[in-house]
């Protein structure tokens, strides 16, 4: 699931953009709004689409505030 890419990442597992993109992909329509906004390369779209995806899944909304403090499409923190 793609709450476990979010938290494994947040746990310290290394992150590589590309493979949580290939990752996410597995999850056919459920990752695609995540996947759709990482082509576009614009960090606040891809950070509005994990979080649609941790509200509409109804998952802790602590969670959000680990989304808004790490960047998505690159390691630079």
């Not at 590589?16 to 990482?38: H, Q, S, W």
């Not at 109804?58 to 680990?66: A, M, N, R």
Request: charged content about 35%; aromatic content about 12%.
């Amino acid at each position: 699931m793609i709450i476990d890419l979010i938290l494994d990442r947040k746990d310290g597992a290394d992150y590589v953009p590309k493979k949580f993109y290939r990752d996410a992909l597995t999850y056919g329509k459920v990752g695609n709004e995540i996947t759709k906004a990482m082509d576009y390369e614009e960090e606040q779209d891809v950070k509005k689409a994990l979080e649609d995806y941790i509200i509409d899944n109804e998952y802790s909304s602590d969670i959000i505030s680990y989304i808004n403090s790490v960047n998505w499409l690159g390691e630079r923190e």
